[in-house]
């Protein structure tokens, strides 16, 4: 069975007043998939998951939470 | 959400690719018709001739698979979910309609198969557009 992930990433880059699009440029995906992440409508892969932690400069488990 | 917002711009290296192929499909095609229209193609002839456009078809194959690599995991996962929408509903309305021409219905042509899968692949693709908005 799945391991439900709740993740802070919208208050993550709202903090940094980064908008969805400039996320996305940065990790080099579509807009669509960061929305798609913020809104826990699905989970990263783990490569993403750590690119995300690597752009936001913080451990990984700061910003997903296993539930 | 409005349509544009639900779906990733299409790129335009993917235009330019897709388009190309589609434009030397239209021209081959063409080219095709003429040549059987002369009456001098026979038998394997014939065949070969008609069959001519599947060639650029090929250079559109190659488009949409370059363009496939490009998707990042969700815009993968979104067309797995649309392909395997077309995939089964495909199946099921040629079979369906073919156990119907078993009682009757008139037979229809190849040529209806694709576009029911393609009709069903962006039905398929609003759908996948939707569940991950």
Request: aromatic share 12%; net charge positive.
């Amino acid at each position: 069975m799945a391991l439900p992930v709740k993740n802070h990433l919208k208050l993550l880059r709202t903090e940094r007043g980064w908008s969805q699009n400039a996320l996305a440029e940065r990790l080099g995906v579509s807009r669509q998939t960061i929305n798609a992440i913020e809104n826990e409508r699905c989970d990263p892969s783990l490569p993403l998951a750590f690119q995300i932690a690597r752009v936001f400069g913080l451990p990984i488990e700061s910003i997903f939470d296993p539930m | 959400m409005t349509p544009m917002k639900l779906f990733s711009p299409i790129p335009r290296r993917y235009l330019f690719e897709l388009g190309g192929a589609m434009l030397a499909y239209a021209l081959v095609l063409f080219a095709s018709i003429r040549l059987l229209q002369t009456g001098r193609f026979e038998g394997a002839a014939a065949a070969a001739v008609a069959l001519l456009p599947v060639l650029p078809c090929l250079a559109a194959c190659w488009a949409i698979l370059r363009q496939f690599r490009r998707l990042d995991e969700l815009q993968m996962r979104m067309q797995l979910e649309a392909l395997g929408f077309s995939f089964a509903g495909t199946a099921m309305l040629s079979f369906g309609y073919g156990f119907l021409e078993g009682v009757g219905w008139r037979p229809l042509s190849m040529f209806f198969v694709w576009p029911v899968m393609a009709g069903l692949w962006l039905v398929g693709g609003v759908l996948a557009a939707w569940r991950y908005r």
